[in-house]
């Protein structure tokens, strides 16, 4: 019977487990307390010996670090597929595992409610500057440094987002309610976008940061998207814009995002991911219109579950298939 291992995290979904690889697999647990007792036990008679494949969680890298090309080169000649329960998978070396053959699958749709909802927090608080209410009242000042001339209202705005991906088509469908205006920037027009998703080629791409009232940023962390949003770019949304962020900390240059801030060119941001997590730059706490969370993006029961089994039925899928439904793009170029 083939061998897949449980990496990290298994919270909500152990029974799902249980049936989905039931007469199918042995299910084996990682418990190694550091990277180099995971990679001696990978070897010939350890005790994960002869694993097909992995369900990974972010948490596993506390305490046996992300797969970089060194963890990845060590892993076993029978490993075949990494499910990893997450949207984002920056903390896996992708180009490593093509190179050894080991196929790489995440969990597109499981999180994008959860994540659209957070950025559709961030925007409403960022613009009407919710969270700097809030603090003020909990420390007894009432909302006497509020000032109802730096805040607005949403209907009329325009929203701007960077990615329209599930997790940026599901916030234009709840901005779109209010209503906000939609325009976005992607690689190619989104075929089923509705005729309101008004879509900005890369050369229209300035025009439409000069539109924006609000700029959302959905993109994954790669080598190429590291500090897209840099200086140039955020000049070049109009004076008293909000950035928005759910999707990685690095994609966005902090020290320009700052600079702004400081300036009065940008109006507030909306925060739920940093560079560094989780540390954050102090003077980022500085800023009243400043609105940050600890990436919250997936953090409730019900998306965290459905993250679980995605992943664990793309692991399930590769196994009785010979592959899962999620690879990542770079599996399909």
Known sequence: MARVMICGDLVWAHKECEELFEGIAEVVRMDSPDRADFIANLQPGGKYDGIVGIYRHNVSADYIGIFDKELVSKLPRSLRWIAHNGAGYDQIDVAACKERGIFVSNTPGAVDDATATTALYLLISALRLFSHAERD??????????????????????????????????????????????VYHNRRKVS????????????????????????????????????????????????????????????????????????????????????????????????????????????????????????????????????GEDLVPEFKQ
């Open 192 to 323: 089923h976008a509705p005729e309101w998703c008004e879509y900005y080629p890369a050369e229209r791409l300035d025009e439409m940061l000069a539109s924006a009232d609000v700029l959302s940023v959905h993109v994954p962390l790669k080598k190429e998207t590291e500090g897209l949003v840099d200086e140039k770019m955020i000049r070049k949304l109009k004076k008293g814009a909000v950035i928005i962020n759910t999707a990685r900390g690095k994609v966005i240059d902090e020290e320009a995002m700052i600079r702004a801030l400081e300036d009065g060119h940008l109006g507030g941001v909306g925060l739920d991911v940093y560079p560094n997590e989780p540390e954050v730059n102090p003077r980022l706490l500085e800023f009243p219109n400043a609105t940050l969370l600890p990436h919250m993006g997936t953090e409730t029961c019900d998306s965290q579950k459905k993250m679980e089994i995605r992943a664990l039925m793309n692991l399930r899928d590769f196994l009785t298939k010979g592959k």
């Open 137 to 182: 009242l909990r420390v007894g000042k009432w909302k006497s440094s509020h000032k109802p001339g730096a805040a607005h209202d949403l209907t009329g705005r325009t929203l701007a987002i960077m990615g329209l991906g599930g997790i940026g088509f599901r916030l234009a469908e709840l901005a779109h309610a209010f209503p906000m205006r939609i």
